[in-house]
């Protein structure tokens, strides 16, 4: 070994020590905030949102921003679980891209638990067996996942949060190549969001519909001449070999993921608040809906319609919008959105994803 290379190990080994104290330190700080704050929720989401910004914003290189947020995450996280280890209920098995939206929203320090269907998320969450769940909304290829909104319609969740998350999708089989592959397996999201490369790669081979992609690479483990469409991380817990890697036909292919909570989150600074509303059955009903936010600057970035579900042709709007509801601005917005709409149900407030 190198003089100047045992130099450079032996600074590394010192700046670890020193970590490795600051982290300790920062740990304990994390326990007296857990027994000052008593039966106080151990999440809070502001909060986190605020720290990760705040470093971001110092953070000079060369580690990117999306490297400092993954560390200060699971810094964050091992602390937490200091305080309470949080149980999150996810869309599963494991090995979907729900998993791995939990793990990048709340660390590894975490008791996950998947849940077959959206519908067992949600119950989970509301019955106390989880104290958050995750479950996709919408995807930037296929659009909107309809379950989640009609389920948010009624229940009395709140949105605590929402994750971004790069979607890559890979073939994964026990064969050794794609000629021999002869079904396959996947969501219906994912075949939406390969349809193009499976038309030019695989144009011949059956394509069956899985409740989950983690499912799918589990039924395409089973069987010969089968193949699944998922993650990196399903090819793995289900010892599959991976074919081909990001099929996607649009490389900037993202879902969104909503974390489902019994909290209200305050302001953090950097906010956006959910909302479904319905219109009254008048001419210029939909146009009346969008005056409060003109009138209060207040900016819309999603409007989306779903059948009501309560009668033939009729429909509700979920509405995202810039801001936290307990904004002046926001609030007048919203009042006055409550006297034009037919009915007006407020998701939750949240920090925007970084």
Not at 11 to 32: M, V
Not at 302 to 329: C, N, T
Request: aromatic share 6%; proline share 4%; with cysteine.
């Amino acid at each position: 070994m190198s003089h100047e290379l045992k130099k450079y190990r032996e600074q590394i080994d010192s700046i670890d020590d020193e970590l490795l104290k600051l982290f300790n330190r920062r740990a304990a700080l994390a326990q007296q905030i857990g027994h000052t704050k008593g039966d106080g929720p151990v999440l809070r989401p502001e909060r986190e949102a605020q720290v990760l910004q705040r470093l971001q914003e110092q953070n000079a290189g060369p580690l990117g921003n999306a490297a400092v947020a993954q560390l200060f995450t699971e810094v964050m996280s091992q602390c937490r679980a200091l305080e309470a280890p949080l149980t999150i209920a996810y869309l599963g098995p494991q090995g979907t891209f729900t998993e791995a939206a939990a793990l990048k929203r709340f660390g590894s320090a975490i008791q996950g638990q998947p849940s077959a269907t959206i519908d067992d998320v949600f119950h989970a969450v509301e019955s106390g067996a989880a104290h958050y769940g995750v479950v996709p909304v919408e995807n930037s290829t296929e659009g909107a996942v309809g379950r989640t909104l009609d389920l948010l319609l009624n229940s009395n969740l709140k949105i605590c949060g929402e994750v971004m998350l790069q979607v890559h999708q890979c073939v994964m089989s026990n064969e050794n190549d794609l000629s021999l592959i002869r079904k396959v397996y996947s969501h219906p999201q994912s075949f939406g969001q390969c349809q193009g490369w499976l038309n030019t790669h695989l144009p011949h081979a059956e394509r069956i519909t899985a409740s989950s992609n983690a499912d799918a690479a589990r039924l395409a483990a089973e069987e010969s001449f089968a193949a699944a469409i998922g993650g990196a991380q399903a090819a793995e817990h289900f010892k599959l070999k991976v074919l081909a890697h990001n099929i996607e036909d649009d490389a900037r292919n993202t879902t969104r993921f909503l974390v489902l909570g019994n909290q209200q989150v305050a302001p953090s600074g950097g906010d956006k608040t959910s909302l479904v509303l319905s219109a009254a059955n008048r001419p210029g009903a939909v146009h009346d809906l969008l005056v409060p936010l003109a009138k209060h600057g207040v900016s819309m970035t999603k409007l989306e319609s779903r059948p009501a579900r309560s009668g033939l042709w009729e429909y509700v709007f979920y509405m995202d919008i810039e801001g936290h509801q307990q904004e002046a601005r926001i609030a007048a917005a919203l009042e006055e959105l409550k006297q034009a709409a037919a009915f007006v149900k407020i998701l939750g407030s949240y920090p925007v994803a970084v």
